[in-house]
């Protein structure tokens, strides 16, 4: 065999070798990750443990606590406000309230009004919490404000972890069933930053994403500091897919559209099928300008332009305009061509 | 498609979060890296809960509601002229497509920011349904490269906005460790800062508040501030430019160095052999195989390079 043949001999079968290692390894490498991967898909959550526990339970936590932890020598002033808000809440009627529901009513789930209750009690004092009186929900928020703030630190001094747990319970009880509000409302937040933003919301042009860019730093227009998405989007479109009678036949107008959009986010408006066409998940309104003579493609803002307005209901549009004869315009939602219109 | 954030079951006080960075992932991505960090923690492994956090699909509904691959190319395109720092201004369009989005839209700031927030509480809750409280857990979040930044804003807000119920005081929520790898967290401020009104409720980007990045705290009553973070660790590598090194030199403007961080730099190498007698080793085979070397480029920025740097240290900051 020559010296060629045999290199090309000797290559072939590191190649073979090299490849069979490879593949062995490979298959290794999947299996392992595969049944690793198995392995986590079955690390389910556990089934859920109640919050147990009432206001009264609570309240005597925090005192037992204070007094364990040696409170009112350590930390006088700040002893002072638990001692305040322990005051405050006295009413013998909220004893056997649970914790899981006053916890629950906490933020009085309302959307972006969601707020501590220092703040509700502050913009409303209508009975927005029916389990308590805004004052004493205010009282039992910072109780548990200054005792989470405070008192664990000061127990695991004076008694055993597993003590202070069992003393302090009931508060971390108040603080998880707040947590959980918490989180509802987080994925709720995202639901509605799925309804503007996501798959089936409206695409936006490049004149509409310039002013929408700009108008995130308007307040009505902007997500607020605590994350909830505004329902407003400004509109700013040209749209050539009008269908009106005029001169006794169907014809397609443009029509110059500028408006704000306002994205339904309540639930039991944006659903499929005819629901969904009754209640959209988003409706506009605005002003509408077409071409003096109307028509196709015309340029709206030549001559002496018709005013008018537009209301679109979902993907169902109508505009009508001005002039010598009122015009009726009819269109859906759609986007031609991406960016432009 | 909508957020649901992830849940397990605790069998101890721990539990990890992943959050990844630059790219498209998925759920059921990242399969390798799970399984090196559950190689690593080797016997202790069922004693952590393991998350992962992905949001990429978040940046996919602005993409597509705005159409925005033209508009991400152009402003990369204008950015790069603008900036006078020839190096910086290469670095920006480079990464600019996956920074610019939260940087720009106050909406998908937001948006990813709520489920991690989300996720968040759902690991607590997660640990207090295991009867293990906040106070008690040891949370342990593993960030990198874009991942940093929504983990930087994220830990910020929450322990603002007491509403979130993760403050460190009044909640009891103290993340044992966080690590950010690659982290571009101090590229993006300096980026942010030069882009100036072009960046939107910027009272809101936690990145760009305050004299220099700092860790999050929340101030008690009586005045006093209580950190989010027992160990806040930063490790890069020295050719990362994410992490904010250019050939080996630390480029101020782009390396986060926050006060009270532990810093870990990782020397790297250009191609994967990393001595010279690895070098020699792997001629001579090639010599006696008759084939090419076996010399493969390396990924200066890859999570599971950083993640296999770090065994030995991962192991024991998670399990501390």
Redesign the interface.
Known sequence: MSARGLIARRARATMSRLAGGMLLRSTISAITVLVFACSVAQSQPAERRPITGTVGELLRAATSSARVAQFADTMPVEYATLARQLDALGRRGLDSLSLDAVGREWMATEGPRTAPLERIARWRRDDVLALMTPAEAVALDSLALVSSQYLPDLLELRVSVDSANTLFAPVRAFNRARRQVSLSQSLEKLRRYERKYGPGSPRLNAAEVGLNFVAQNVPPFQPSADGWPSPLELVASYVPTYLTVSDGRAQAWTVLEGGVRLYMFDPAWGRSGIAGVIRPSHIAAGLAVVNEVGGALREPWRGDSRLGAFLSWGGAKIAIVGGDGPNVLVSRQVQLIPWVF | ?????Q????SGKRAVLLVHGIGNSRP?DY??L??AL?SLLGDDRDSV??YQLFYDH?ND??T?????T??LESAVKSLADRIEDPELGRTVAEYIGDILWPV????AR??V???Y??QL??I???G????V????QQITIIAHSLGCFHTYETLH?AAK??????QP????VRFANVIFMASPVQLIRTVAERLGPLV??RR?LETVQGESLFIPFET???GSE?QSVRNWISVTGDLDPVGGHFFRRQADWAYMNVPGQHSFIDKQYPTDVTNREELISRLKSSAL???APAISPSDPHSWQEYIARHTVDLKQWILV
Request: charged share 20%; hydrophobic share 40%.
């Open positions: 498609m909508s957020f649901t954030p849940s397990r079951s605790w059921g399969a390798e799970l399984h559950h809960a393991v978040f509904w602005f597509e509601k705005t159409n925005a033209e508009l720009l839209s106050a909406n937001a948006c920011r709520e489920a927030l989300a509480k759902q607590v809750d997660d207090e349904n295991a009867d409280s906040a106070r008690q807000h906005y007491s509403t979130h119920m993760l005081a009044s909640h009891e939107p409720n809101w008690r009553t009586n209580v195989n008759g084939a």
